[in-house]
Every structure is written in C-alpha cells, then in structure tokens.
C-alpha cells in the first residue's frame, strides 16, 4: 500500500488536498530556488577559502616556532610583560549582509603599527622581533580568513539544511499528496460507477413495474 | 573592538605580543568558562579558539559558528598545527555532495 495521508476521501478532501499540493510544490520551488543561491555563493568562495586553508598551516607554524623560539631566548613572564604594552594597534569591525536570510559576515581589521617599540632597545632581541612579525602575519592572514571561513561554514551547513528540507518534499511529502489524490480519486470514479450502476437498476426496476 | 583568544599558553602568548588578549586553558572546564565569559564581553568582535579545544567543545563552537556575528567565533590551529579535523572542502562536499 502506497504512502497516503490519513484523511476521509471525499470530493470536499480532494479539492483541498490539491489546494495545498500546490502550496507544497511553491514551497518546494522556493527552497530549490535557495540551494540554487547558496551553492553559487558557495562555490564563488571556495576557491579562495581553500588557499587560505593551505596559508594558515604555514602561518601558524611559522608564528609558532618564532614563539618557541622567543620563549626560549627571553622566558614566557618576559614576553608577557612585553606585551603588555604592545606595539600595534588594531580595530575589528565586523559587518554583514544576508544571502537567502543567511547573515554572512565581512571582517575588517585596520592594523596600525607603530614606530617606536614602547620596550627599551636593551629589551629587544631579534627573535623577539621574528616572533612580532610572524605573528602580524598571522594577525593580517585573519582579517582575511576570518569572514571566508564563516562565511563558508554559514553557507555550507545551510546549504545542507536546505538540501535536507528539499529532499524531504521530494521523496515524502509531495509524493504522499500525489498518492492519496490519485487513490480518492479512483475511489471517487469507484463510487460514481456505482452509483450509476445502482440508478440504472432502480431506473429497470420503475420500469418493469 | 578587541580580538581574544582561548588556547595554549604559546597562542595566548604570540597573539598578546600584537595586542589581542587571549587566556591561556590547560582543560575543558577552563575552555568552557573562558568562552562563555568572552562571549559576555561586547568588546570581542573576534573569538579565536585553538582547534584542541574547539573540538572539546564541539556542539557549542558549532552553534556559535553558526549563530553568532558578536563576536565571530574562529577556529585556529594550536600549538601543534595539526590539520584541521573536517576541512572546509570536506564540509563543502558534504553540504552538495547530496545532490550529486
């Protein structure tokens, strides 16, 4: 037995059920139309965001043997307290615009150096220095992975929730309304027959009488 | 707006030399409570957290990567880059590969 809706199959049922297959099918066609949508943006970024993927071991383990390095040299409390006045200065500022009701995130981060390390020179050492830099390039690196990677995240697990609710309609729902149509249907054709059937006999019997 | 970080203690350390702040965890309790209270603080525009304990407290990183703009929550790799544990092209393929 097919899949059918539980419902009383009368003519009053049939025309409602039609009504809202229809409703179901616009539903469907939106939900298609956002995969559409969410794929193209999608793929636009994934490209970059793959690169970036790449870039991100190299910076990280550069930074990270630079701070190995540093700690070893100078002591972590050192550094600590260096860093306690550090020499750069940023601003993140984070906007976004929405793809499909998706909010999807643009990251600025404005890096400003400055000249002169507020530490004395006698503090510095050029592993200090190494470790600085490898770790700005890590800091520059985010302002541009931080909104692709959401972004791609945001896209993707949307896109997969999309994709589920699609598929949802298109092997459950719409074919359980196309079902039970097509079965009050035959019932209703069923009970016309019938119908007629029992006119004519009542017809024969007036007639013979 | 600031950048905080959760992490090992050479993470913390490397990020605070260019001005981000950041605490260093040694388990999962402190990671938690660290990013429950940066997520209080309106300062944080970005929430960096080492993948080491990202993945300690997965189903909430997931949620926030998913819901949050304040701050944006990010991924990084700690102190043994290690490749990440799903990449994005994993995820990507995933997300269509239903289709296909």
Do not use: C
């Not at chain 1, 059920?17 to 969410?38: C, I, P």
């Not at chain 1, 050192?78 to 998706?102: K, N, Q």
Request: hydrophobic residues 40%.
């Amino acid at each position: 037995m097919a899949d059918l809706l539980n419902v009383n199959p009368t003519r009053g049922t049939l025309l409602r059920l039609k009504d809202e297959l229809k409703g179901v099918r616009t539903r469907h066609d939106l939900l298609d139309r956002k995969r559409e949508v969410l794929i193209q943006e999608l793929m636009s970024r994934l490209e970059k965001a793959e690169d970036l993927e790449q870039e991100s071991r190299d910076y990280f383990q550069a930074a990270h043997q630079a701070i190995q390095k540093a700690r070893m040299r100078m002591g972590s409390d050192r550094i600590d307290w260096i860093s306690l006045s550090p020499t750069v200065r940023f601003d993140v500022d984070v906007s976004a615009r929405t793809i499909m009701g998706l909010k999807i995130p643009s990251v600025e981060i404005d890096i400003q150096p400055s000249d002169t390390p507020p530490y004395g020179v006698s503090d510095t050492s050029a592993a200090l220095d190494e470790a600085r830099e490898k770790w700005m390039d890590v800091l520059r690196f985010l302002a541009d992975a931080s909104d692709v990677f959401t972004s791609v995240w945001r896209l993707a697990m949307e896109l997969r929730k999309t994709q589920r609710q699609v598929n949802a309609l298109e092997s459950t729902l719409i074919p359980r309304y196309r079902n039970t149509i097509r079965h009050i249907e035959s019932r209703l054709e069923e009970e016309e027959r019938e119908e007629i059937v029992i006119a004519k006999k009542v017809k024969e019997m007036g007639e013979s009488r | 707006m600031s950048i905080f970080v959760i992490g090992d203690r050479d993470t913390v350390l490397g990020f605070r030399l260019v001005g981000a702040h950041g605490t260093p965890v040694k388990d999962k309790e402190a990671a938690s409570a660290e990013l429950e209270k940066a997520l209080q603080n309106e300062d944080i525009q970005l929430l960096l957290i080492t993948r080491e304990w990202s993945d300690a407290l997965r189903e909430r990183i997931d949620r926030l990567k998913m819901d949050r703009l304040q701050p944006i929550v990010m991924e990084i790799p700690g102190k043994s880059v290690e490749p990440p544990e799903r990449s994005l092209n994993q995820l990507v393929r995933r997300a269509i590969g239903i289709n296909i």
